[in-house]
């Protein structure tokens, strides 16, 4: 429920939405496993993805309504994305679906269209991504490119880039370079902005290796670069040019036991280095002991320095540091110290239900608190899933400024969804 317009979109009017929902609806008969009715609670951005296969055609899609009702709404800005108080309850019907053209085993054309038409901003018709997939390029086992509009992370937590939770997607290119040994390495490069405009450029990668059965060490770059006129005052909030690392641990450890260590650091133009920790276990108890429920414990801790990446304001895809509640009330929450955990529980095969808490302080700050639930309803032979959330974030004074350094304010928020999708 993030409300920034899709790079690429065209604003129309609503009735044209909804015509080209029923065309395009037309054309998706090739029935696809669904993605909505699978895992539950399990966050997806986008519902439908790039088919596999040898398929000349293949059509994936979904159609999703969204009712919000913010029983506390945060002021609007760019790092809040729930309903505003201007307009506190909300609906959005939409269409996502998904074209994969494959005319030979070399080369694959994605097309990702979106249409939305929520009731509280005009409505929308997005190319969310679009691109030209190239595996074993020139012939060269698991040298591949893709060249187009995507949506890039790096590592399991995203600490750098996370475009994937935040519809971050930019127009650029990715690459996947053979393995050499045990190391597998890939780079991308894209334009910072969504309208391609500027100088401003962020490229980087990932190495990673595994370093034990079901265990993954990976080491991710990012710089953000512009040329003198486009970088801003630095360093400071404007900043647009800077570099930083990160290293990760990430997999299962045990039978019902994964793990996912991270740390990064980002160094703005000019600025400190600045540090994030992340550490993350998760005990699935029907497999560690067989117990009733499938039950599956979470448990975190994170220490976050200020968050100097540029694009705090979400114009430059971010990083992973957004609050943990199923709606993702905040893009960025940073500077700050906490521990939050999660419970999932399946009721039945087609029900489950999840609880969670995260408790911290921001440096010098006042504390703050995260809380969400919900169940989920998934109905596998009909592709449709039915989900409702509670979603809360509470800081002591009603609102706070994180760091003097990013500038970013959030403020108390709570809001209930129900998301009903139907996935084919």
């Keep these: 429920m993030q409300r920034y317009k899709s790079p690429g979109g065209r604003w129309v009017p609503r009735g044209a939405v909804a015509v080209l929902a029923l065309a395009l609806s037309a054309l998706a008969r090739a029935p696809e496993p669904a993605l909505a009715a699978g895992e539950a609670f399990a966050r997806e951005v986008a519902k439908c993805e790039q088919g596999i296969g040898s398929v000349p055609l293949q059509v994936s899609g979904a159609l999703t309504y969204t009712s919000t009702n913010a029983a506390v709404a945060a002021p609007a800005d760019s790092n809040y994305t729930g309903p505003t108080p201007a307009m506190p309850r909300t609906t959005e019907p939409g269409l996502e679906l998904c074209f994969t053209l494959t005319p030979g085993p070399g080369a694959a054309l994605f097309a990702d269209v979106s249409a939305k038409a929520p009731s509280d901003v005009p409505s929308a018709i997005g190319i969310d991504r679009l691109y030209l997939d190239l595996p074993n390029t020139l012939g060269v086992q698991d040298l591949r490119f893709r060249i187009g509009r995507d949506r890039v992370t790096l590592g399991p937590s995203g600490l750098l880039l996370n475009e994937v939770d935040i519809e971050g997607q930019r127009d650029g290119f990715q690459t996947w370079l053979p393995s050499i040994g045990p190391v597998r390495l890939s780079g991308f490069f894209q334009y910072a902005l969504d309208d391609d405009s500027t100088t401003r450029r962020v490229w980087g990668g990932r190495a990673e290796s595994q370093v034990s059965p079901g265990l993954t060490l990976g080491v991710n770059y990012r710089a953000d670069i512009a040329a003198a006129a486009d970088v801003g005052s630095c360093p400071g909030i404007d900043c647009a040019t800077g570099s930083g690392y990160s290293l990760d641990l990430d997999g299962t450890i045990g039978p019902g036991l994964a793990l996912t260590l991270s740390y990064g650091s980002y160094t703005q133009t000019g600025d400190v280095v600045r540090e994030y920790y992340n550490a993350e276990a998760a005990f699935?108890?029907?497999?560690?002991?067989?117990?009733?429920?499938?039950?599956?414990?979470?448990?975190?801790?994170?220490?976050?320095?200020?968050?100097?990446?540029?694009?705090?304001?979400?114009?430059?895809?971010?990083?992973?540091?957004?609050?943990?509640?199923?709606?993702?009330?905040?893009?960025?929450?940073?500077?700050?110290?906490?521990?939050?955990?999660?419970?999932?529980?399946?009721?039945?095969?087609?029900?489950?239900?999840?609880?969670?808490?995260?408790?911290?302080?921001?440096?010098?700050?006042?504390?703050?608190?995260?809380?969400?639930?919900?169940?989920?309803?998934?109905?596998?032979?009909?592709?449709?899933?039915?989900?409702?959330?509670?979603?809360?974030?509470?800081?002591?004074?009603?609102?706070?400024?994180?760091?003097?350094?990013?500038?970013?304010?959030?403020?108390?928020?709570?809001?209930?969804?129900?998301?009903?999708?139907?996935?084919?």
């Design 284 to 424: 699935d108890f029907k497999a560690l002991a067989g117990a009733p429920l499938h039950p599956v414990l979470t448990v975190w801790y994170k220490n976050l320095t200020p968050y100097t990446i540029p694009g705090s304001d979400g114009t430059v895809p971010q990083g992973g540091f957004l609050t943990p509640d199923d709606f993702k009330l905040f893009n960025v929450n940073d500077n700050l110290e906490a521990f939050g955990g999660s419970l999932e529980l399946h009721l039945a095969d087609n029900v489950a239900l999840f609880a969670l808490g995260e408790w911290g302080a921001y440096k010098s700050g006042p504390p703050y608190s995260v809380t969400s639930a919900g169940l989920d309803f998934m109905y596998p032979d009909s592709n449709i899933e039915v989900k409702l959330t509670y979603n809360a974030y509470t800081v002591a004074g009603g609102s706070v400024v994180t760091s003097p350094v990013s500038g970013l304010a959030l403020s108390n928020a709570t809001v209930y969804q129900i998301e009903l999708t139907k996935s084919w």
